[in-house]
């Protein structure tokens, strides 16, 4: 078991742009959730896994992350996952000793540019870039799940 400690922000400043390493689009969707548990499918561009994370309790929860194979992925995806799916393109930028992901979403959430860092310790210090907005960690309305049934809904 894997604890994953991660902290969530909005970003507020395309400077981020300029100071990338690499890059990778991805795919995914939900297969379960259930009380903050989920069970999701992703696919990278040359690897595939399936997820099984635990409630969220501030910054930490457990993950246990398996890599299956393209083909099964693929199918779980396009089969199981219904309105779930999604596409986002995340650069790695570091920046003083952390790297953050920042995700590019496409689709339904295009326009969301969200931004993570992962920690070893929930009581780290990071230091935040001048690109970074506001944190957004542990609120619902941040949740990939959350974001897209906003999407989804008849007012939006």
Known sequence: MLIEIER????????????YTSRERLRDGLLASTDGLKVRVRLY???????????QVGFTRAEYEYEIPMEEAEQLLALYCGDTKLAKTRYYVPYRGFTW???VYE??????????????????DV????WIGREVTGEPEYKKINMLRARYSPAS
């Open 101 to 103: 992901e920042v995700d």
């Open 8 to 19: 969530k922000f909005l970003v507020a400043d395309p400077a981020w742009q300029n100071l």
């Open 45 to 55: 561009e040359n690897r595939a896994t399936l997820a099984v994370k635990t409630k």
């Open 127 to 130: 230091p935040l870039p001048a």
């Open 107 to 124: 689709g339904v959430l295009s326009g969301i540019i969200l931004a993570e860092v992962e920690l070893k310790h929930a009581d780290v």
